[in-house]
């Protein structure tokens, strides 16, 4: 994104460099005795631990932090043959529901589908090892070994909550390598349909690269893309939170492509709509994620965008508002069928 000066973005189409840093906590020992699948058989298969467990969780999709199992939180039992939970503490042994289950570790992303590259629309475990327990109606078997220490899985379970997605099995605190008493379906590595396409889930996902880069926004790029595969410039940002293919569409496209967006008036914004400016160069080309009026006057709102020298931002904008920058236009992804 630019700030109408000569840092302004620009809409490109190349490849980049995905390496980043992983940044580790320690893990739990019980965690590691639970499991029975080890690291040396993934070594034999020539697969990259790193590289696995960079997908499945961390502050981004490809490069993770991790966090230690919380042992005041729950305790599972060894025997495997039933799923039984005990409360930290108490030594009182309770049966828990056949799809909910607990979770260990911090910052999990939890996916658009069951594949790796797919976006990001959210994350469990933001701040705290195990705070968040997840629902799941169902897992697929990607053929995808998975690995966290000794915690192995080619199971991702599609969550009905907290968060609507798809996650690693690794993530889930059971001493099996799949989640007990839910249905496997598809299978094979084949990403599933997309959950949904609501707004909520559409700024869920542009959310993420304000943390992605290990807690950090992601850095602006007119020449790279993301460990997701989008572009790190400002289209190629809301084309991840739209869910639209790799590496994404340019900010003419978001504008001109009706199978995309429509245009709309400013009375009409609502949260996940777009402004984009597609006048001019890559140099003054710009759009934004509208997600809401900070005001009844209407005369400001909160965005999310990709910004020149800045990265992710989530900050209060008047483009395309009287007084503000007149060659932003509204536009509304066709996506949400409104």
């Known amino acids: 994104m630019y700030e109408h000066s000569s840092t302004h973005p620009a809409d490109t189409t190349s490849a980049a460099d995905r390496t980043a840093p992983m940044t580790r906590h320690p893990q739990s020992p019980f965690r590691r005795t639970v499991w029975r699948t080890v690291l040396p058989a ?7 631990v790193a590289g696995f467990t960079g997908f499945a969780h961390g502050s981004d999709v490809g490069g993770a932090t ?8 729950t305790e599972l039992s060894h025997d495997s043959s039933a799923r039984t939970v005990r409360a930290a503490g108490t030594g009182s042994v309770r049966q828990a529901a056949a799809a909910d289950f607990p979770t260990w570790g911090t910052r999990w992303v939890v996916h658009a589908t069951a594949d790796a590259g797919s976006p990001a629309v959210g994350m469990i475990n933001k701040t705290a090892p195990g705070q968040d327990r997840i629902t799941a109606d169902y897992q697929v078997d990607t053929g995808r070994k998975v690995c966290e220490g000794s915690s192995c899985s080619t199971f ?6 907290p968060v609507s997605g798809f996650l690693s099995v690794v993530a889930v605190d059971i001493p099996q390598d799949r989640l007990p008493g839910v249905p496997v379906q598809g299978g094979g590595g084949q990403p599933q349909p997309q959950p949904g396409g609501s707004r909520e889930e559409m700024l869920n996902r542009a ?4 943390t992605a880069n290990n807690g950090a926004q992601v850095p602006y790029s007119q020449a790279k893309v993301w460990k997701d595969g989008y572009r790190q410039d400002c289209s190629g940002y809301v084309s991840m939170a739209l869910g639209l293919p790799t590496p994404g569409t340019n900010t003419v ?18 949260p996940g709509d777009l402004l984009i400016d597609a006048s001019g160069d890559n140099n003054t080309r710009h759009v934004v994620i509208f997600e809401k009026w900070n005001n009844d006057a209407h005369s400001s709102y909160t965005a999310y965008e990709q ?3 800045h990265g992710t931002d989530h900050r209060t904008l008047t483009y395309g508002l009287p007084g503000g920058d007149a060659e932003f236009k509204p536009y509304r992804p066709v996506k949400f069928g409104d």
Request: net charge positive; aromatic share 2%; proline share 2%.
């Open 207 to 210: 959310a993420t690269w304000l």
């Open 156 to 161: 991702m379970a599609h969550l009905t909550g």
């Open 42 to 48: 993934v070594a034999a298969a020539g697969i990259s």
């Open 253 to 270: 496209g978001l504008a001109t492509n009706r199978d995309i967006t429509r245009p709309l008036s400013v009375g009409e914004l609502k």
């Open 307 to 309: 910004r020149g020298d």
């Open 66 to 73: 991790i966090g230690g199992h919380s042992a005041t939180a």
